[in-house]
């Protein structure tokens, strides 16, 4: 008697054989925050223009390169897009979206570090409102805008670090 091996019928299988893997949802959203707003660097870099470097509250120095027409504010922007791409491509990577990649050094520590920045520059606002309530005539809408934006990818970064931590202990 020969057997022949035949493929399980389909009610059979795993649900992970019938389902492609499912992307952390979290790092998704960060890696996209993060890549937009290197984006937003690289235009604001290109066209150089004072007005919007200021707006976007960058130092005086770099507003003040921007209008001397020197090197400094594009290369400063574009270099602000890179490290935003970065960690873009930490998120991505690690959501599953990118194939992992070996060349990136501690990819853990990386995410974390970027969700502890994000989270940091979300959250300064507050206590610095408390300590200094003068500052609170400086605040517009922007500053609160810019801080709950960064706490959001911050967030994203945070949970979705959580959620490779807890899908690791279950494989």
């Known amino acids: 008697m020969h057997s ?3 493929a399980a019928p389909p009610w059979q299988t795993t649900p992970k054989a019938i389902m492609p893997e499912q992307k952390n949802t979290y790092l998704l959203f960060a890696a996209a925050g993060a890549f937009l707003g290197g984006l937003l660097h690289v ?7 004072p007005e919007w470097i200021a707006f976007f509250r960058a130092p005086d ?3 003040q390169s921007a209008s001397q027409g020197t090197w400094l504010a ?5 270099v602000i ?3 935003m791409w970065l960690c873009s491509v930490y998120a991505c990577s690690a959501a599953g979206l ?3 990649l070996p060349r ?3 990819p853990r520590t990386g995410l974390f570090t970027t969700a502890a920045i994000c989270l940091l520059r979300g959250v300064i606002l507050l206590p610095l409102l408390l300590w200094h309530p003068r500052l609170l005539q400086h605040i517009d809408t922007f500053e609160v805008a810019a801080a709950l934006i960064w706490f959001a990818i911050g967030l994203c970064f ?3 670090l959580y959620g490779l931590r807890h899908s690791a202990r279950r494989a």
């Open 43 to 49: 235009v604001i870099a290109l066209a150089n223009r």
């Open 98 to 100: 990118l194939p992992r």
């Open 74 to 78: 594009p290369v400063s922007g574009l």
């Open 104 to 106: 990136l050094p501690l």
């Open 81 to 83: 897009a890179g490290l």
């Open 158 to 160: 945070a949970l979705g």
């Open 61 to 63: 120095w770099v507003v």
């Open 4 to 6: 022949r091996s035949r």
